[in-house]
């Protein structure tokens, strides 16, 4: 999962940014509202976290810019509590709003809720043959046993059984799973893919030489 933070914070931004990183997403930054847009423009992101109160162009200009691009889901941060501020930025097609100050637990929870309504999944809970996903936890099961993945498996994991019966190229996992600034050797994702087979099975996740993996309902 690939996330862009635009907070102007220092420390804000990167106490955010090391969570992100924990819960297993690819993280880039900007700082403000035009830095935003540049990036939206030539990168795909699952999730944006913006922040309304941005030097320059604030984030209500900003995600009317954002949206002009694309769809992708945008979370809005102020430390503005007014409903009129809440209801702009939902108007403005904000798929949340936190205020300021707020848990870390709390945004990764309604990071996941967003995550499950766009991929058509409301229930935290996914399963595909004997494997079952608890999104809300982060967790794998195999046959209802505990999995151990690293954060980067479970994400990989999490991304082909939510596109279940569809082809993942190689090419959308690294855009996800890799910011711009990550060295990334050409093997790394088959290394991961085999990983997860050594844990749930070597026919779980197939191969489609020359198009990607797939795992199949």
Same mark, same amino acid.
């Given at each position: 999962?690939?996330?862009?933070?635009?907070?102007?914070?220092?420390? %804000?931004?990167?106490?955010?940014?090391?969570?992100?990183?924990? =819960?297993?997403? &690819?993280?880039?930054?900007?700082?403000? +509202?035009?830095? &935003?847009?540049?990036?939206?423009?030539?990168?795909?992101?699952?999730?944006?976290?913006?922040?309304?109160?941005? /030097? @320059?162009?604030?984030?209500?200009?900003?995600?009317?810019? #954002?949206?002009?691009?694309?769809?992708?889901?945008?979370?809005?941060?102020?430390?503005?509590?007014? #409903?009129?501020?809440?209801?702009?930025?939902?108007? !403005?097609g904000a798929?949340?709003?936190?205020?300021? /100050?707020?848990?870390?637990?709390? %945004?990764? &929870?309604?990071?996941? &809720?967003?995550?499950?309504?766009? +991929?058509?999944?409301r229930s935290?809970? !996914? =399963?595909?043959?004997?494997?079952? %996903?608890?999104?809300?936890?982060?967790?794998?099961?195999?046959? +209802?046993? =505990? #999995?151990?993945?690293?954060?980067?498996?479970?994400?990989? !994991?999490?991304? !082909?059984?939510?596109?279940?019966?569809?082809?993942?190229?190689?090419?959308?996992?690294?855009?996800? %799973?890799?910011?711009?600034?990550?060295?990334?050797?050409?093997?790394?994702?088959?290394?991961?893919?085999?990983?997860?087979?050594?844990?749930? @099975?070597?026919?779980?996740?197939?191969?489609?030489?020359?198009?990607?993996? #797939?795992?199949?309902?």
């Amino acid at each position: 999962m690939k996330a862009l933070l635009v907070e102007d914070t220092m420390m %804000l931004r990167k106490t955010i940014r090391e969570a992100l990183t924990e =819960e297993g997403y &690819a993280v880039e930054v900007a700082v403000d +509202g035009k830095e &935003a847009i540049e990036k939206v423009e030539v990168s795909d992101y699952d999730i944006i976290i913006l922040d309304v109160m941005l /030097p @320059g162009l604030d984030g209500f200009s900003a995600l009317k810019a #954002i949206r002009k691009v694309g769809q992708t889901p945008v979370i809005m941060l102020t430390a503005r509590d007014a #409903i009129s501020d809440r209801v702009k930025g939902l108007d !403005l097609g904000a798929d949340d709003y936190l205020t300021k /100050p707020f848990d870390l637990d709390e %945004l990764m &929870a309604r990071l996941r &809720a967003i995550a499950r309504r766009r +991929g058509g999944d409301r229930s935290p809970h !996914l =399963e595909v043959g004997k494997v079952s %996903l608890d999104t809300a936890a982060r967790k794998a099961f195999l046959k +209802g046993e =505990e #999995i151990n993945l690293t954060s980067r498996e479970y994400v990989i !994991l999490e991304t !082909l059984i939510r596109q279940r019966n569809q082809v993942v190229s190689r090419a959308f996992l690294y855009e996800h %799973l890799y910011v711009e600034d990550e060295t990334t050797l050409s093997n790394v994702l088959d290394v991961y893919i085999w990983r997860l087979r050594s844990k749930l @099975g070597k026919d779980f996740i197939k191969t489609r030489r020359g198009f990607g993996y #797939i795992v199949e309902q």
